[in-house]
């Protein structure tokens, strides 16, 4: 589990380290730090000094990085290359610049026209850092292209964060660099694995500088991490020999409009190899089947006949419709004060549409998880798409506090929010991207919750495996493009077992 930190905390850590250090220090240690991890990543030409390494330096401290770890490839013998888009403006990157002239590194200012000729072993951003608040534009605008068009196959090293990123966000609304790696400078900032994040920073190395103490002293005001097992692990359900179905819950999943019942049973399907003890589906539509070919240990009902009162947990929302039979279908789960609750799908839309459907959620007392993708989540808050997606972070957070629900907002870089603290998913991958794979989700969580998993631990779990899962897929060579939701189940339960520490 990393710690993420927003731009203004790691700002204040950086004075707070910077006032307790002689001058220079942490720039010299970051510029360091990229020179050190770069060396070990350069091709056998570049470190025996035959291929170039450029590096790219902004006008503030990511540029001054950028100065010092050209100075240390310099003293290494490597040959650097370094293009200045524009003069230093603070006084760390003033000493840093004179520090790389004084060796003899090579520094002139960055051409409008790639040089077609140069072969680079690596290209180094140190353009913009985490304060940039702006879409890229003019110059750096062109250069950022420039490197897009040029330089494809040239693997990049980003300082701090691909410039054109948004730190907080991970949004960018014009150019940005598309880095293999970026190292991030004391901690790393929300961005890095969110929105487009995952995208363009590659894997995230974390250069503490020495300085991790000083957090203690400037806490952050809203505590940001990403999801690991051990945010979940103490929680997980635990098989005993002396237990029965009885002991793993009962799990209920309503939905299944005309025309929409396979998403209720792909819910339950989940459900019941995610370890639920008994599953049943509630169907709104009255000409659904009977039983499942598939998975005959699923109990399929008409969702008037099902007594939720005696579940452990209920489900509702998959393929659930907006008809008025699919609102009284939602109308029966709310009463269930006491029962764990997930809302997912159209019964989203209809909270959305149902402002009394909307409040009575948010006067319940038992545990609700509401797993909203974009556009849904747009219709919870009153907004457009773009709104949602300009903040994920405060997004979720709006809505888990305004219901007083666990929030799923899903996404690349699912975010979970609690209403205090948010965790940022950095499991799955773009073979996800398909229809049924929410629908999955939903079951894993009701699973989790009807097997006695506190609310917001369930959630993180069930993020976090169902993203394990999509990558085990991947790497058995099912997908990315054609992984179907289905194909995620044996995989869902393999990583179940392997959180609780059972290797297969």
Not at 215 to 233: G, H, Y
Not at 409 to 429: F, R
Request: charged share 15%; proline share 7%.
């Amino acid at each position: 589990m990393l710690d993420l930190s927003l731009p203004d905390t790691l700002r204040d850590v950086e004075r707070a380290a910077a006032a307790q250090l002689p001058p220079h220090t942490l720039m010299a240690r970051a510029g360091a730090a990229i020179a050190h991890w770069l060396y070990g990543h350069l091709p056998s030409l570049a470190s025996a000094g035959r291929q170039p390494v450029l590096l790219l330096a902004g006008p503030g401290n990511n540029g001054g990085d950028a100065y010092v770890a050209a100075r240390e490839l310099h003293r290494r013998g490597v040959l650097v290359d370094v293009w200045q888009l524009a003069p230093p403006t603070a006084d760390d990157a003033r000493w840093a610049l004179g520090e790389a002239l004084a060796v003899g590194v090579p520094v002139r200012p960055a051409p409008s026209i790639w040089p077609q000729s140069t072969a680079y072993a690596w290209i180094v951003d140190g353009l913009f850092g985490i304060g940039l608040s702006r879409p890229l534009d003019g110059a750096a605008a062109a250069l950022v292209e420039n490197i897009a068009v040029h330089a494809q196959g040239t693997p990049v090293l980003a300082i701090d964060i691909p410039s054109g990123l948004l730190a907080a966000t991970g949004i960018a609304a014009g150019p940005v660099v598309r880095a293999d790696a970026t190292m991030a400078m004391i901690g790393a900032c929300p961005g890095l694995f969110t929105g487009i994040g995952r995208d363009v920073a590659g894997d995230v190395i974390v250069a503490t500088l020495g300085v991790r103490d000083v957090f203690a002293e400037v806490p952050a005001q809203s505590p940001i991490s990403t999801i690991a097992p051990d945010a979940f692990r103490p929680h997980l359900p635990q098989r005993h020999h002396a237990s029965h179905k009885g002991s793993y819950g009962s799990l209920a999943v309503l939905g299944g409009f005309e025309g929409m019942v396979g998403a209720p049973v792909l819910s339950a399907r989940t459900g019941l190899m995610s370890g639920a003890g008994r599953v049943y589906i509630g169907f709104v539509a009255h000409d659904a089947p009977a039983w499942d070919p598939v998975h005959p240990e699923l109990m399929l009902r008409h969702a008037e006949n099902l007594d939720l009162a005696t579940m452990q947990a209920v489900a509702v929302g998959p393929g659930l419709g907006t008809s008025a039979a699919s609102g009284a279908c939602l109308s029966r789960a709310l009463p269930l004060d006491d029962t764990p609750l997930v809302i997912d799908a159209d019964a989203l839309n209809l909270l959305a549409a149902e402002p009394a459907l909307a409040e009575r959620v948010r006067r319940r007392a038992g545990p609700t998880v509401l797993t909203p993708h974009p556009l849904e989540a747009a219709r919870l808050a009153g907004c457009d798409v773009a709104r949602i997606q300009s903040d994920r972070l405060a997004s979720a957070r709006a809505l888990a506090q305004h219901f007083g629900a666990t929030v799923v907002l899903k996404g690349s870089g699912t975010v979970v929010d609690d209403g205090a603290k948010a965790w940022i998913n950095t499991t799955g991958n773009a073979g996800l991207a398909t229809a049924g794979t929410g629908d999955v989700l939903t079951g894993l969580i009701g699973a989790l919750l009807a097997q006695g998993m506190p609310a917001t631990q369930a959630a993180l779990a069930g993020v976090w495996i169902h993203g394990r899962a999509a990558d085990r897929c991947v790497r058995d060579g099912v997908g990315p493009a054609g992984l179907t939701a289905s194909e995620l189940l044996p995989a869902i339960r393999t990583e179940l077992a392997m959180a609780n520490g059972i290797r297969p």
